[in-house]
């Protein structure tokens, strides 16, 4: 009978139906997820000698039994097995609790092998388990279990899976990248991931282990990366000349990081392929005008360029900024929101198909199937990961394949940035533009605020404008944190009748929303208290405070994007974060947050005290869970996986060499069976 690492678990020996049940909620439902369904610790079962154990360290002892067990009886169905065991000239205490029927395996003068926990200062041992002498495993590996599947039954199925299939274990990484970073053979590898000699050999698996699916992944990235190259896409012929009387029509200069990336994005648009490009930049590096030439450029080759937004408020601002941007140039602008009047709709949507509007901006609207585009070329979305992967395909599949460029505030690390967008081209503005001043940023604890709203007030008599933010909309028994209600009412009696306090949150309907921020923006009131549904975009440029309450209840990429709302100007602009940390990693975010304004700088540490999935947010990081590498902690590891997938993915004829073969039929079939993203 002809067997592969494809057969369903069920071919195993007393895996029924309830069985492979319990297996698929583990994620193991053939041979192969079984194999690579590794450990996440070993006890060590070795025999080691008194003199060398540690307090507190889980070890097996060998001796003798010394005297007869006895067993005490306390408490309703508690007991504790005792009896002492010699080892050389010291004798040890041994204890089990509650578990009696281990006294029928003591036997006085026989040999007997116990692990548990040591207690070095009194000297005795807290007993786990009994070793049948000669038998145990050097290293036992601990697997993530749950309820319906207990350790013990995957250990023995592991090694059912071993016995039958481990033939049928062939290499998947090129033996010249294997040779050259001294892996394990993958056979030996897998054997030393489940059945370790010693702590070395584990170790040694496990390095080969993380380097396999670090090049496994890249390498599905650098596929999808070759489809969009191999793609035919439109070449943008666009005019050197218009796009550069643009950029020198400007109130400023670029900086020399937008130079760079507008010559970046626009060599791509040129080529014959389709762009998949993100354009990551920090709050208020200037991505927006990037965005605005690139536009431009797209629409002096006479296509039409689509810019997606999160929301109406955002889309709105972005139509004014840009109206103005392009005056007295031949870009024709239209807005296009679910709120867009249906009257008006279907004034516009004709001028849309004719190709007589050029600069198409809007939120999810855009990509309705009543709205069609006559030569859609360049599609920008906005604070990409806030859409859906369906709604950004949907906005692609509008136009003949246009080009994508994604833009996004939150300054991704580099570790997320090859996992999560290693399909797509990056580039980074990673400077400020000229006059702008750091944001000074303060901790104080919830018994200064007084102080504080007297240095809001001198920021008021001053012509300025405040947002007060807070996390919940009203109170919360659950939760015991400031709410927006109540803070705005507090605000609006203290202020009065010299300055006015505008309340906003997410509740509100999207026309409410834009009338508050109008409001402000006119400076109709002086303080803003809302949600956190100013975190992104909203620029008003005489806002110099931001006053976070419970800001350690926000992640620190979040309390970043947060403070970008004010230092949009020359003004010195301040933000003072309001919290009582209860934990250690609480103070950590309240101290980085005072040390650095640098974006990158806040998410990397805020990946590696939260994860990759807070960072980004779950559904959105696209971040895949790695069964044995960490993308922090083995970030060089990753990267070196990234260029070997690269160079090879890089050769046309890769999957074709035969030493290749065994990767290409994985990666077939991984093609055939899974989605990168969600």
């Known amino acids: 009978m002809t067997v592969a690492l494809t057969d369903s678990v069920s071919t195993l020996p007393g895996v029924g139906p309830k069985r492979v049940d319990a297996l698929a909620a583990l994620g193991i439902t053939d041979i192969a997820s079984l194999l690579t369904y590794y450990p996440f610790r070993y006890n060590d079962m070795r025999v080691k000698n008194l003199n060398e154990i540690q307090d507190q360290e889980q070890v097996t002892l060998k001796g003798v039994v010394a005297a007869p067990p006895t067993i005490a009886r306390f408490g309703r169905k508690k007991t504790r097995l005792n009896f002492r065991l010699l080892i050389d000239h010291d004798v040890v205490p041994v204890t089990f609790f509650n578990q009696p029927w281990l006294q029928k395996q003591i036997t006085v003068e026989e040999p007997i092998m116990v692990y548990g926990r040591f207690d070095a200062n009194r000297k005795q041992l807290n007993g786990m388990k009994i070793l049948a002498s000669g038998n145990a ?136 392929f389709h762009m998949n490009r993100l354009l990551q930049g920090d709050v208020g590096s200037g991505k927006t005008v990037v965005a605005a030439i690139v536009m431009y450029a797209a629409i002096t080759a006479g296509f039409q360029a689509a810019l997606m937004a999160p929301t109406e408020i955002l889309a709105e601002q972005h139509a004014n900024n840009l109206q103005a941007l392009f005056e007295g140039f031949p870009v024709n602008i239209v807005i296009l929101t679910g709120s867009t009047k249906p009257a008006v709709r279907k004034e516009i949507l004709p001028r849309i198909e004719s190709g007589e509007l050029n600069l198409i901006i809007g939120t999810h609207a855009l990509i309705q199937d009543t709205v069609q585009y006559h030569k859609l070329g360049l599609v920008v979305i906005d604070e990409q990961h806030r859409f859906g ?112 306090v505008g309340l906003l949150h997410g509740r509100m309907k999207n026309e409410e929303k834009e009338s508050v921020m109008a409001a402000f923006k006119n400076q109709e009131f002086q303080v803003l208290v809302a949600t956190t549904v100013i975190e992104v975009g909203v620029d008003v440029k005489n806002a110099t405070v931001m006053f976070i309450y419970d800001a350690d209840h926000f992640g620190l990429s979040q309390l970043h994007q947060l403070r970008g709302r004010v230092g949009r100007s020359d003004q010195q602009s301040y933000c003072i974060l309001i919290a009582d940390p209860k934990n250690k990693n ?53 990267s070196v996986a990234q260029q070997e997938a690269k160079q090879l993915s890089d050769q046309k004829d890769w999957a074709q060499q035969p030493e290749n073969n065994a990767l290409a039929d994985y990666m077939k079939q991984k093609e055939r069976t899974t989605y990168l993203f969600d």
């Open 137 to 272: 495993d050097p290293m036992a590996s601990v697997y993530p279990s749950n309820s319906g599947i207990r350790q013990k039954t995957i250990q023995q199925l592991v090694q059912a899976a071993w016995d039958q299939y481990h033939d049928e274990i062939t290499d998947l990484i090129p033996a010249p990248i294997a040779t050259h970073y001294r892996l394990l053979d993958r056979q030996q590898m897998i054997h030393d991931m489940h059945f370790p000699e010693t702590l070395a050999a584990a170790q040694a698996a496990r390095r080969s282990a993380k380097f396999e699916e670090f090049f496994l992944f890249q390498m599905q990235l650098q596929q999808l990366k070759h489809q969009d190259k191999t793609q035919s896409g439109v070449p943008i012929a666009y005019d050197n000349e218009q796009v550069t009387a643009l950029t020198q029509s400007l109130p400023y200069e670029l900086t020399g990081a937008q130079k760079r990336v507008v010559n970046e994005i626009c060599a791509d648009m040129k080529r014959p």
């Open 389 to 500: 992967v369906g709604q950004r395909q949907a906005l692609r599949e509008k136009g003949d394949n246009p080009d994508v460029l994604a833009m996004t505030a939150t300054p991704i690390p580099r570790t997320l940035a090859i996992t999560s967008y290693g399909e797509m081209d990056i580039s980074v503005i990673d400077e400020l533009p000229a006059g702008r001043k750091p944001v000074s940023t303060y901790w104080i604890k919830s018994t200064q605020i007084d102080s504080a709203i007297q240095f809001v007030t001198g920021q008021l008599q001053a012509g300025h404008q405040a947002y007060v933010v807070t996390p919940l909309i009203e109170e919360s028994e659950a939760v015991d944190m400031k709410n927006a209600e109540a803070i705005y009412e507090r605000f609006s009696q203290y202020f009065a009748p010299k300055y006015q």
């Open 586 to 638: 609480g103070v950590q975010r309240m101290q980085v947050m005072t040390q650095t304004n640098d974006g990158f700088v806040l998410s990397q540490k805020d990946l590696e005290l939260r994860g990759a999935g807070d960072v980004l947010g779950k559904k959105q990081s696209g971040v895949p869970d790695f069964k044995v590498g960490d993308p922090v902690a083995d970030l060089t590891m990753l």
